[in-house]
């Protein structure tokens, strides 16, 4: 099973990834988890996209590509939960070059949920889990129930940085909600409902 969540900053991509790759035992590729974890190990790409993703923006999306396409064919060629990719319709388009997707799920949510949900959450440093302060407390304030690494808040979680992601997603993004509407394979779900009620909505529509 090869399946694309689309959605704007904080609806719930990531959580809902991890509830389905646990269920379908697929891997979760995360390209905001790949793009993070290059830009901590200090890697050249990794400084490359660094300030793009401190302003929410999408950057050199070429070389983007490249290497989640790449992470893709090295770890999970034959089925995967894609969250955060494609985000434009060139990496819709180069993506289906090479993969055949089942189906993309469309996560809609208002922009006053946006920001509370982002400004609450807190991501694991060392599993990148995902939590949030009210919604979805860890047992140990700012300690990860899986791994016991420390919690923090993402770099790009503040308020301004959050409204331009908003913003980069309407412009760049909602077309390749269009593109799988076209190929007859996108699936909407409304993201404000519990993680346990939109896990299930998302099941009847897979
Ligand atoms: P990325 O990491 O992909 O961020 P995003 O798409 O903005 O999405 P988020 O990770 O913020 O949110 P989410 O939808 O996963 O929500 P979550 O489950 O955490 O990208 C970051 C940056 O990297 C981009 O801005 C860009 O610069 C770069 N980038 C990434 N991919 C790229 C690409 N393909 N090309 C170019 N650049 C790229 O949930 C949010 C919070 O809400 C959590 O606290 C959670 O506990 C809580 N929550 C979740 N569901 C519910 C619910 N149903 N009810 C209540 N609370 C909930």
Known sequence: MKLVLIGPPGCG??????KLCKKFG????SSGNILRAEVAAGSPFGKKIKSYMDRGEIGPQELITEVVLEY???HCPSGFILDG???TVYQAQELEKRHSIVAAIYFKLAKKEILKRITG???CKTCARVYHIDYNPPKKRDICDACGGELLQRDDDKKETVE???K???AETLPVIDFYKSAGILKEVNANPAPDIVFNEILHLV
């Open 13 to 18: 991509k990531g959580t809902q990834a991890e």
């Open 26 to 29: 697929l891997p979760h590729i």
């Open 72 to 74: 893709i064919d090295k």
């Open 85 to 87: 990719f494609p985000r």
């Open 121 to 123: 959450r807190r991501t």
């Open 164 to 166: 331009n992601r908003i």
């Open 168 to 170: 980069v997603f309407e």
